[in-house]
């Protein structure tokens, strides 16, 4: 029962941040005499510390907070995305210490080339820091067994059956996590983004690709084996444009990057960087954008209209370029969404909203799914 109370205990800190010894109590359900003992334990192996406030204007002397340290516990994350790949030690509490990325080219894109690139960087970052990473949590693109963290499939990296978990944790020696980009985005926005507070959510991520993450009574989902989330490969447009596998008229055909270069009348390929300055000149035209991107709208508002019949969340999230739509178009395909859904309805309106942890998303996924093995062991 002690473990129990002092991994809740510190899984509230790392999660919810500096607390006081009484909020912690009310929260937990505890006495204080046995918050003091955990605290006082924590503090003692170097855990938390506890600190005065800033001055505020209150009477009376200013209760002690207890805060997590960051060094207490590091975990590595790993965000691989088809054009780069993000890397980061995180520490207890959720903040990053130190950070590395590069760009991904044809030739580096090879299973081989990147797992060398991660093992080399964390070594670097390690050294840097002066702390090794007791996890790892990795996120990629594709349909990824959990259990081992085998990648089936991440088509837009072209790597199939790929040992992931078992190549890096066999080097690094640590556990490794693996995960789909999109199912960790959602545990992110679930634990520390505009999802927090709410039981049901959706996440859904718009890049090269199209995925999903679901969060359901306040669990994230997983499916058989892990295999779970493939919302982009919905098929919303019978006889539409061929998809990677094997179907046509997915999703994904329809509100991915390609689709996006197409309603924005830029080529397909062109740098990220054009396609976002493109959204945000025409966010300052709302009539413009809803005109631009009507096309695009009905897509994106018939798969979440599918999304959210099928699953019935509180909250969607919108995740990757789907965070740069003009404010005229979310609005918009939020208002659809309600009336052309009877679950939206009965749950007194679905709100769709978009991400605010930026391109950091998917790194603290995959930072949360790593620390999830491990505050039980701190």
Request: glycine share 12%; net charge negative; proline share 4%.
């Amino acid at each position: 029962m002690r473990r129990h109370n002092r991994t809740t205990l510190l899984r509230l800190l790392h999660v919810g941040g500096p607390s006081t010894r009484a909020a912690l109590a009310t929260e937990l359900g505890l006495n204080r005499s046995t918050i003091k003992t955990l605290v006082d334990g924590l503090a003692e192996a170097g855990v938390v510390e506890e600190r005065v406030p800033r001055p505020g204007r209150g009477a009376g002397r200013p209760s002690l907070l207890v805060l997590p340290q960051p060094h207490a516990a590091v975990v590595l994350a790993v965000d691989l995305q088809v054009e780069h790949v993000a890397m980061a030690l995180v520490g207890l509490g959720g903040q990053i210490l130190v950070r590395d990325s590069w760009h991904l080219r044809t030739p580096t894109r090879t299973a081989d080339e990147v797992i060398t690139h991660v093992i080399e960087s964390t070594r670097v970052l390690a050294a840097d820091l002066g702390v090794d990473p007791v996890a790892a949590g990795i996120s990629v693109p594709g349909v990824v067994r959990r259990a081992d963290g085998h990648v089936h499939e991440a088509p837009n990296l072209r790597w199939t059956d790929v040992a992931l978990g078992e190549r890096l944790g066999g080097v690094l020696r640590i556990p490794i996590l693996v995960g789909n980009d999109a199912e960790l985005g959602a545990l992110a926005e679930h634990l520390r983004g505009v999802a927090r507070g709410s039981s049901d959510a959706v996440y859904v991520s718009a890049d090269v690709g199209v995925g999903g993450g679901v969060i359901a009574q306040g669990s994230s989902l997983s499916g058989g084996a892990g295999y779970f989330g493939e919302i982009g490969h919905m098929v919303i447009r019978p006889g539409g444009r061929p998809c990677y596998c094997g179907n046509s008229g997915c999703w994904e055909t329809e509100i991915g990057e390609a689709a996006l270069c197409r309603a924005l009348g830029l080529p397909e390929g062109i740098a990220r960087g054009a396609i976002l300055v493109e959204l945000r000149e025409l966010a300052r035209d709302p009539e413009a954008a809803l005109e631009r991107l009507a096309e695009f709208t009905e897509w994106l508002t018939l798969g979440l209209v599918n999304v959210v019949n099928l699953l019935g969340p509180q909250l969607v999230v919108l995740g990757d370029l789907l965070t740069v739509l003009p404010e005229a178009v979310i609005r918009v395909v939020a208002e659809e969404v309600r009336r052309r859904s009877l679950v939206s309805r009965a749950v007194g309106g679905t709100r769709i909203v978009s991400s605010v942890l930026g391109a950091d998303v998917k790194l603290l996924g995959a930072a949360e799914v790593a620390f999830e093995t491990v505050l039980d062991t701190v």
